[in-house]
């Protein structure tokens, strides 16, 4: 059974791009979230999506959106990208909410550089 | 608003030493605690999950315990190995939406 996948695994942007990355869920999970962990810190939860809405958001400007498609994968897109959005990004999923009780899984990550 | 703390930042001990990890919250109407570990440039891997009711949580080598009213989990590491370096990180969840990290610990076990 694979994870949680995302791609790419690593990508390097200049300021003012965008961005797109692109998650696919653990088999059986409904909910995915996207967090940001920037060097030497924890990850922050960025937002969270189930059933192709948006659920909760975090301390994250309008650049930062997402989309959950049909299947349950997920993009997580950042426009007009700045020097701090340089970061591990990672998707998580769980089946239900966090207080369910379910465990919850996270991918690998996406290194973005913007120089 | 959850916020995690955890200490010691980093951890050097030698190989076969027994280790606490400690976490801190603010917000004890947490529903889970959940312990991760992640190695350098990976994800997160969880390693124990603490329900709101349970007290303690064990596998293997490693044992979480939760105090609610205290807002705080200890992660405790057995007879440690070099396999065992990492960054272990505590997460809280905010009233059961999503989780809160702490900066994590940064634990280096020497052969």
């Known amino acids: 059974d694979a994870g949680v996948t995302q791609s790419p695994t690593h990508l390097i942007k200049t300021r003012g791009q965008q961005v797109t990355l692109r998650c696919s869920p653990k088999?059986?999970?409904?909910?995915v979230s996207w967090y940001q962990q920037a060097l030497g810190q924890g990850p922050q939860f960025i937002f969270q999506y189930y059933e192709e809405e948006e659920r909760q958001r975090g301390n994250f400007p309008d650049r930062f959106s997402g989309h959950q498609f049909p299947n349950y994968s997920s993009e997580l897109n950042v426009n007009a990208l700045l020097l701090g959005d340089s970061a591990l990004y990672l998707c998580?999923?769980?089946?239900?909410?966090?207080?369910?009780?379910?465990?919850?899984?996270f991918g690998e990550g996406s290194w973005l550089t913007v120089v | 608003k959850q916020e995690v703390t955890q200490i010691p930042a980093a951890l050097s001990v030698p190989e076969g030493e027994n280790l606490v990890l400690n976490c801190s919250f603010t917000d004890s109407a947490i529903y889970n605690l959940q312990w991760f570990r992640q190695d350098p440039g990976k994800g997160l891997t969880s390693l124990l999950l603490?329900?709101?009711?349970?007290r303690e949580q064990t596998s293997g080598r490693l044992n979480a315990s939760l105090d609610k009213s205290s807002g705080r989990s200890t992660l405790y590491i057995a007879a440690s190995q070099p396999g065992d370096s990492a960054t272990y990180l505590c997460?809280?969840?905010?009233?059961?939406?999503?989780?809160?990290f702490g900066p994590g610990t940064r634990l280096s076990v020497l052969p």
């Open positions: 997460a809280a969840d905010n009233y059961g939406q999503n989780f809160v």
């Open positions: 603490i329900q709101s009711s349970q």
């Open positions: 088999s059986g999970h409904d909910t």
């Open positions: 998580a999923s769980i089946s239900g909410q966090l207080n369910s009780g379910n465990t919850i899984y």
